[in-house]
């Protein structure tokens, strides 16, 4: 009685084994036609998944080009030199102007002709800097926001389309939207999260939010405290000795 509590040895295991092989074998020679439209239909999914991986990589890839296609003939057009990054003013201050207003369209076209890539929200970012050095702020706002909400989650365009939308907000003062946007920003890997963070932090003490200030500027801290500026450190040092 005793050796029914004990395990199978490894003979009966092994003939265990075989049997489940043999009774799946069965199976599927009952059963070939099923089998083969399943197979069948993992290798066409696996090809549809590829397919779409290369479509969205290639669209990217367009949308990137055509952005920047944009941006390099604005800065001809302003008559930058060949490579540089940044477009004189020309003399005649109007010829600017229109020369902006020109471009910032085309800019935010391109964006939208693009939705939900990387390249729209450096597009509109593009164009809203235009616009707003052409005096139009409820314009380089609203291309702000755009970019804010549409860049593609987790990248490090978004993180800049937010913390660039959250300046905006602050100016406003809506300070409470601005802590939000940084703080989602803050969440992103990428160069300027330690940046991010203590700007958060800066946005919410002011919020009077103190704890949850606090833990945002120690987490800055931990990532590179050279890269706070000196007036963001100023700031949460006081409320840290106030809080002593």
């Keep these: 009685m005793a050796s029914r509590n004990l395990p199978n040895p490894p003979t009966e295991l092994v003939g265990e084994i075989d049997s489940v092989f043999e009774r799946a074998a069965a199976w599927i020679n009952h059963n070939g036609t099923l089998v083969a439209i399943t197979i069948g239909a993992v290798l066409l999914l696996g090809l549809a998944l590829g397919i779409v991986t290369s479509l969205r990589e290639r669209s990217a890839q367009k949308a990137q080009a055509e952005v920047a ?3 390099s003939a604005y800065l001809t057009a302003m008559g930058a030199s060949p490579g540089a990054a940044e477009a004189p003013e020309p003399a ?21 002709a693009h939705e939900g890539t990387a390249a729209a929200a450096e597009g509109r970012l593009q ?11 409820q314009s380089a706002f609203d291309a702000r926001k755009q970019a804010a909400e549409n860049a593609p989650r987790g990248t490090a365009v978004r993180a800049l389309a937010l913390a660039r939308f959250a300046v905006e907000l602050e100016s406003k003062g809506e300070l409470k939207a601005a802590a939000a946007a940084l703080e989602e920003a803050s969440e992103i890997d990428s160069p300027g999260q330690a940046l991010m963070l203590a700007d958060a932090a800066r946005v919410l003490a002011d919020l009077g939010e103190r704890e949850r200030a606090v833990a945002l500027y120690r987490r800055a801290e931990e990532l590179g405290v050279d890269a706070i500026p000196a007036h963001v450190k100023a700031r949460m040092q006081a409320l840290l000795a106030g809080a002593e």
């Design 69 to 71: 296609g944009v941006f």
């Design 92 to 112: 005649n201050p109007e010829l600017g102007r229109q020369t902006r207003a020109e471009y910032a369209t085309k800019l935010l076209a391109a964006a939208s």
């Design 127 to 137: 164009a809203a800097a235009l616009l707003e050095k052409n005096g139009e702020a």
